[in-house]
């Protein structure tokens, strides 16, 4: 008999591909609930001000309208929130609620909540709050708010430094004094943010007959929502219950606590009746996170034989008026400067991280934070370098990449690697580009006065965080993941697990896991995710640790079962369970591979005549399992991309022609939802690298807060991409999955920047700000003036 298939590593489809295409997604902007109120806010229209006065006579009165509420009037149900985490040491942040009290600090802080029957009633009487506010300097740059007396972002805070740190190795200095050559420069990322399919959506609908608070929510994180609803508004946990459907896309922007959000929860608390909250396109511009906003000034010393011998990093992260909470805005700094130079094996290292307040609405966490930068700066160095050299940008990476026998190996920033595979990624690269011919091809069109660029960046990736990565700081934020995992009595299999599904195909590669572990196929197996009452607590989907994580929790649970079911199958059989197996939907001979008795059979034993089972014998067809890595902090994950444009010169619009990947994301349980995920993060780091921009004058308005200015890639400006692998398994869990989520992101932009460059470099021209527009390509090649060396 053919024993069942292994669907670890195999390609299977999303399973709720379907269902979408379909139109029969579950979101929750589809839901309505009986008795339903609409909110909308009052925002405000400058970036910083003291409120003088706030009147609500005529909105109150308007068609449709429930109820206004002011921050004298709602604020006091939440007790406000701090985002800083202990291990920053000397971090701060003024203190947040709900609707602005006494002072504006971005323009688009909320001042004022109305509850209509609709939406459009609401928002109709947003127009009728007289709002009297005196505007006030605001401070828009981040170089202007590190000046002696410059105004201070907010009241809450004693100076605009969030954070400061430095990392330094004993030997820094030195090592610079002995290089050969040291190649420096300054970097601008800009601001842009994640404009999901859905948008940020709430409804919450608290009962006050029983006390239950339930909470509709597009979250990548519905038990650390649970958690704080209890502990903001006092009330008991288990009366807290938050379900997350499906999800239009979150990218990190759906981790954050959000006034509207907890705005919405306080009103139905206030009403005892549903209340919904959906933020529009043009809103969500001004009211959601955005990513990104660095300045970096970085140094890199070399030998002469182009061997790397030390970075020197400055780094100032630009955060908006509030540290995000609870998961802090100075995280993707903290990132940047201990990413620096993590595929190389250079010693010594010095970077300088400072977090700095503005009046502008808040950065944080994005998906693959910090990473970007950290790649972009390095490898545009190790192009300056190899140029200074004349050396080949693969030799001189082939020169100073970490040997694949190099490991266990602990950076200069302090990062532990357990294993990593640059060496073979970097081969397969060179030899899946064809690099030889494209080097010929391109000194062809040159010829021509047609201008090519080949840039290539090797990137680590930060996964699998373990528990010091947020609870060492004392957020409740879980590193472990649950899974209960059951067998009916039809002989299905039904998994309840806390990690969460964003589209990226948890349920689809959970089921796969799950479903080697008792013998059946895929299909047999339903996942349920993101609902606190129905599925055990956990850290759910951040920082991508939902295959390496949920999946191992889910493999331990799966075989923790089938112990469960071989030891009754025994019984049954009155044979040793040790020698039976699982197998196409059945116990089976694990010598012969012959079917003794039916997974159904087993379930309508167990389920409805256990009666007839032997004495002590448990017909238990439940098992559950809580999971959280040991071992290193991280299970690192790396890999390489290459990007081939060719840039018009005259008009300075890049055309992306090719962009190649090779990945090492550990054991790969779907190969094709791996690739998926790869390619939407290569289109979410080009993105930035040559689209998207929040744009602020001088006054800390956005000027380009719609689709109709806000540029985003469309299919037509992507690149084929070309994906390989390697494969390096964790040891650290069973299963020896890393994470994938944010790998194409990490390093698009770096090859994006450094190809661009190696296209200009003929012309005597460079460029090192993103995104790379045609205007400031233009710029760099002196075909117009340059402006103000740094814009907002």
């Known amino acids: 008999m053919t024993m069942s298939k292994d669907h670890i590593g195999q390609s299977h489809r999303r399973e709720n591909a379907l269902r979408h295409l379909a139109g029969r997604g579950r979101f929750t902007t589809d839901l309505s609930l009986p008795r339903m109120l609409h909110a909308a806010f009052v925002r405000s229209p400058m970036a910083k001000g003291?409120?003088?006065?706030?009147?609500?006579?005529?909105?109150?009165?308007?068609?449709?309208?429930?109820?206004?509420?002011?921050?004298q009037t709602l604020n006091h149900v939440c007790e406000p929130w701090v985002g800083t985490l202990d291990h920053f040491a000397g971090m701060q942040s003024g203190p947040q609620n709900m609707l602005a009290d006494g002072q504006v600090l971005w323009a688009g802080h909320p001042v004022v909540m109305i509850?209509?029957?609709?939406?459009?009633?609401?928002?109709?009487?947003?127009?009728?709050?007289?709002?009297?506010?005196?505007?006030?300097?605001?401070?828009?740059?981040?170089?202007?708010?590190?000046?002696?007396?410059?105004?201070?972002?907010?009241?809450?805070?004693?100076?605009?430094?969030?954070?400061?740190?430095v990392l330094e190795t004993p030997d820094l200095d030195a090592a610079f004094a002995r290089a050969a050559h040291v190649v420096e420069g300054d970097f601008t990322f800009g601001r842009h943010t994640a404009v999901t399919l859905e948008p940020r959506a709430v409804i919450a609908d608290y009962d006050p007959s029983t006390g239950q608070l339930t909470v509709h929510h597009g979250t990548q994180t519905p038990y650390q929502f649970q958690d704080v609803y209890a502990r903001h508004f006092g009330l008991n946990e288990s009366k807290v219950r938050v379900i997350a459907p499906d999800i239009g896309g979150s990218f990190g922007m759906k981790l954050h606590v959000y006034h509207e959000e907890m705005a919405t929860v306080a009103a139905s608390l206030l009403l005892g009746r549903p209340v919904r909250f959906v933020a529009d396109r043009l809103e969500s511009f001004v009211s959601d996170i955005h990513a990104r906003d660095h300045r970096v000034s970085a140094r890199m010393a070399v030998d002469a034989d182009g061997t790397i011998l030390a970075m020197d990093v400055d780094d100032m992260t630009q955060i908006g008026a509030f540290s995000t909470y609870p998961r802090t805005s100075a995280a993707e700094g903290n990132q940047v400067i201990r990413l620096m130079g993590a595929p190389y094996k250079m010693p010594d290292y010095r970077g300088r991280l400072s977090v700095v307040f503005q009046n502008k609405v808040q950065t944080s966490q994005y998906r693959a934070v910090g990473h970007p930068i950290a790649c972009a700066v390095t490898e545009a160095l190790v192009d300056r370098a190899a140029q200074l050299l004349d050396m080949d940008p693969f030799d001189i990476r082939a020169r100073n990449l970490l040997a694949d026998d190099d490991y266990p190996h602990v950076s200069a920033t302090g990062y532990q690697f357990e294993k990593l595979s640059h060496q073979a990624s970097l081969e397969k690269l060179h030899d899946m580009m064809g690099y030889g011919a494209l080097r010929k091809e391109q000194a062809r069109l040159r010829e021509q006065g047609i201008h090519r660029g080949i840039?290539?960046?090797?990137?680590?990736?930060?996964?699998?965080?373990?528990?010091?990565?947020?609870?060492?700081?004392?957020?409740?934020?879980?590193?472990?993941?649950?899974?209960?995992?059951?067998?009916?009595?039809?002989?299905?299999?039904?998994?309840?697990?806390?990690?969460?599904?964003?589209?990226?195909?948890?349920?689809?590669?959970?089921?796969?896991?799950?479903?080697?572990?008792?013998?059946?196929?895929?299909?047999?197996?339903?996942?349920?995710?993101?609902?606190?009452?129905?599925?055990?607590?956990?850290?759910?989907?951040?920082?991508?640790?939902?295959?390496?994580i949920g999946g191992e929790t889910a493999l331990r649970a799966g075989r923790k079962l089938q112990a469960q079911i071989l030891a009754l199958a025994g019984a049954i059989l009155q044979a040793d369970p040790a020698k039976l197996t699982l197998a196409n939907g059945a116990v089976v001979d694990a010598a012969t591979g012959d079917e003794r008795i039916s997974l159904a059979e087993i379930g309508r034993i167990a389920t409805y005549r256990p009666d007839t089972l032997p004495?002590?014998?448990?017909?238990?067809?439940?098992?559950?399992?809580?999971?959280?890595?040991?071992?290193?902090?991280?299970?690192?994950?790396?890999g390489i991309?290459?990007?081939?444009?060719?840039?018009d010169i005259e008009t300075g619009i890049t055309r992306l022609l090719k962009h190649w990947v090779v990945e090492d994301c550990g054991r790969i349980i779907n190969p094709l939802l791996v690739d998926e995920q790869i390619r939407g993060g290569v289109v979410q780091g080009l993105g930035p690298a040559f689209f998207e921009e929040c744009l602020y004058d001088d006054a800390g308005q956005m000027t380009n807060a719609s689709l109709a200015d806000y540029l985003v890639p469309m299919a037509g400006e992507m690149p084929d991409i070309e994906i390989a692998h390697v494969e390096t398994p964790t040891k650290d869990t069973i299963l020896g999955a890393k994470g994938v989520g944010e790998a194409g992101t990490a390093a698009a932009g770096a090859a994006a920047m450094n190809a661009v460059n190696d296209a200009l470099r003929p012309l005597g021209a460079q460029i090192s700000q993103t995104p790379m527009t045609p205007l400031r390509i233009l710029t760099a090649l002196g075909h117009v003036s340059a402006g103000p060396k740094r814009g907002y």
């Not at 990565?469 to 957020?475: D, E, R, S, T």
């Open 50 to 71: 003291r409120i003088v006065e706030v009147d609500v006579t005529d909105a109150a009165a308007a068609p449709g309208v429930v109820r206004v509420f002011t921050a």
């Open 641 to 647: 991309q290459a990007s081939y444009v060719e840039v």
């Open 115 to 165: 509850l209509a029957h609709s939406r459009a009633e609401a928002e109709d009487a947003c127009e009728l709050v007289m709002l009297d506010i005196e505007d006030e300097d605001a401070i828009v740059d981040g170089d202007a708010a590190q000046m002696e007396n410059a105004p201070l972002a907010s009241d809450g805070i004693d100076s605009n430094m969030c954070f400061q740190t």
């Open 615 to 638: 004495d002590g014998c448990n017909s238990s067809l439940t098992a559950a399992e809580h999971f959280a890595p040991g071992g290193y902090p991280f299970d690192f994950t790396n």
């Open 455 to 548: 840039g290539i960046a090797p990137f680590v990736e930060i996964t699998n965080p373990g528990a010091a990565f947020y609870g060492v700081g004392g957020a409740r934020i879980s590193a472990q993941d649950g899974a209960v995992v059951r067998l009916t009595p039809s002989g299905d299999v039904h998994c309840a697990i806390s990690v969460t599904e964003q589209g990226q195909g948890t349920e689809t590669i959970i089921a796969q896991v799950v479903a080697d572990q008792l013998g059946v196929t895929p299909e047999r197996v339903k996942v349920t995710t993101g609902d606190t009452d129905t599925t055990p607590s956990g850290g759910a989907t951040w920082a991508c640790r939902g295959a390496g």
